[in-house]
């Protein structure tokens, strides 16, 4: 059965610095097939994914916003 993401276990996160180990925490959490972290300014594609975690970090690394897609 593939992976399916689920953002609502990780709503404690918001606002913590996402390094290395946070984010395999948040994939395992979420269910997550594949995580991708989100930068100011960065260039991304618009595909949704529902096996994806993005995690959208602001400029000094803090998680704003976890989303599936």
Same mark, same amino acid.
């Given at each position: 059965?593939? &992976?399916?993401?689920k953002?609502?276990?990780? &709503?404690?996160?918001i606002?913590?610095?996402? =390094?290395?180990?946070?984010?395999?925490?948040?994939? #395992? #959490?979420?269910? &997550?097939a594949?995580?991708?972290?989100?930068?100011?300014?960065?260039?991304?594609?618009? =595909?949704?994914?529902?096996d994806? /975690?993005?995690?959208?970090? =602001?400029?000094?690394? #803090? /998680?704003?916003?976890?989303a599936?897609g």
């Amino acid at each position: 059965m593939p &992976a399916t993401c689920k953002v609502e276990p990780l &709503a404690g996160l918001i606002g913590g610095v996402v =390094d290395a180990g946070s984010i395999e925490g948040a994939r #395992r #959490r979420s269910g &997550a097939a594949t995580v991708r972290v989100v930068r100011p300014g960065q260039m991304v594609t618009q =595909d949704y994914r529902e096996d994806r /975690l993005n995690l959208t970090v =602001d400029g000094s690394g #803090r /998680l704003v916003k976890a989303a599936c897609g």
